[in-house]
């Protein structure tokens, strides 16, 4: 029992530690990439760094340099490719709180992008980091097997109207509705998922990886998006406000389907655990250099917030 208890503080201590190294070189990396905040206009490069520096925890950009690793690339190549994902998700939490949207105060712990600068910068904002997330994705150095043009669409289909955005679309249409578990679920494998998937399989393809080995970063991703999603909801839930960053219990008052109010509590965390073993199969050809990956499977279902 002492030996099991060791280990899994050792594991943790592992995750964190790999968690925080990477995020500081991703938010290095961020702040290359965007406009100095004295750029003109200043107000729209201030709102747009006010988002994505807000404390986010980096998880796409993340998963996309663990699996260039697991792949044998360099982090290097990968990193324009991370940092693009993580200003398309970025941007759409900012388009997410708006008032037409979800209508969310907080997020991250701060006032919303459009509570500090007005709804119409909060747009333009959101918009400005999609544009230049694939601005910043084309200073990819493509591979033998994945030229820039199979990036940049492999980027535009996860943020386009048949996946992300179409959960966006679906998320709103159901407030309010009866909805079946079938539906709740394509409505976040457009929502997060997708998106996940997709920093994962540029990982791999960052690093001019396998079909072989793409498929199971596919897949992997596919898993983990929705357990993330299930995690998301229960947290709704159980957790406070002040430890979530934003409102606690809003999916509910707001009408929204969810896993919890379509499952209950205890089906939805069992569900999150299935959905993780299967991700768990699905790197298992990578072995020991899908250690990482792993890893951070483990940590997002036991997060707390």
């Known amino acids: 029992m002492e030996t099991a208890k060791k280990?899994?503080?050792?594991?943790?201590?592992?995750?964190?530690?790999?968690?925080?190294?990477?995020?500081?070189?991703?938010?290095?990396?961020?702040?290359?990439?965007?406009?100095?905040?004295?750029?003109?206009?200043?107000?729209?490069?201030?709102?747009?760094?006010?988002?994505?520096?807000?404390?986010?925890?980096?998880?796409?950009?993340?998963?996309?340099?663990?699996?260039?690793?697991?792949?044998?690339?360099?982090?290097?190549?990968?990193?324009?490719?991370?940092?693009?994902?993580?200003?398309?998700?970025?941007?759409?939490?900012?388009?997410?709180?708006?008032?037409?949207?979800?209508?969310?105060?907080?997020?991250?712990?701060?006032?919303?992008?459009?509570?500090?600068?007005?709804e119409g910068i909060a747009i333009l904002a959101g918009d400005a980091l999609l544009t230049i997330a694939f601005e910043i994705a084309s200073k990819y150095k493509p591979t033998s097997r994945y030229p820039t043009a199979m990036i940049i669409k492999e980027i535009a289909s996860a943020a386009g109207s048949k996946k992300l955005i179409a959960g966006q679309v679906c998320d709103i249409q159901a407030e309010g509705k009866k909805v079946s578990a079938s539906h709740l679920q394509y409505i976040h494998e457009c929502k997060t998922a997708a998106l996940l998937q997709c920093a994962l399989r540029l990982g791999g393809m960052s690093a001019n990886c396998t079909p072989k080995q793409l498929k199971s970063l596919t897949s992997f991703g596919y898993y983990i998006g929705l357990a993330f999603q299930v995690i998301d909801d229960i947290l709704d839930v159980t957790q406070t406000t002040e430890v979530l960053g934003k409102t606690a219990g809003k999916d509910e008052k707001s009408g929204k389907a969810t896993y919890p109010s379509i499952l209950g509590l205890e089906k939805s965390y069992k569900i999150a655990e299935r959905l993780t073993t299967s991700a768990f199969e699905s790197i298992e050809p990578f072995k020991n250099k899908g250690h990482f990956l792993r890893l951070l499977a483990k940590y997002l279902l036991k997060r707390s917030k």
Request: aromatic share 6%; proline share 6%; charged share 20%.
């Open 7 to 118: 280990n899994k503080t050792k594991a943790k201590c592992a995750v964190d530690s790999y968690l925080e190294g990477r995020t500081n070189i991703i938010n290095s990396a961020l702040n290359r990439y965007l406009p100095p905040v004295n750029t003109k206009p200043t107000i729209i490069h201030k709102a747009m760094r006010y988002s994505l520096f807000s404390g986010g925890k980096r998880l796409r950009p993340v998963l996309c340099l663990a699996a260039a690793e697991a792949c044998g690339g360099s982090i290097n190549n990968a990193m324009p490719l991370a940092c693009a994902v993580e200003c398309i998700h970025t941007y759409s939490l900012i388009h997410d709180d708006l008032p037409a949207m979800d209508n969310d105060d907080f997020r991250r712990g701060r006032p919303t992008n459009h509570k500090v600068f007005g």
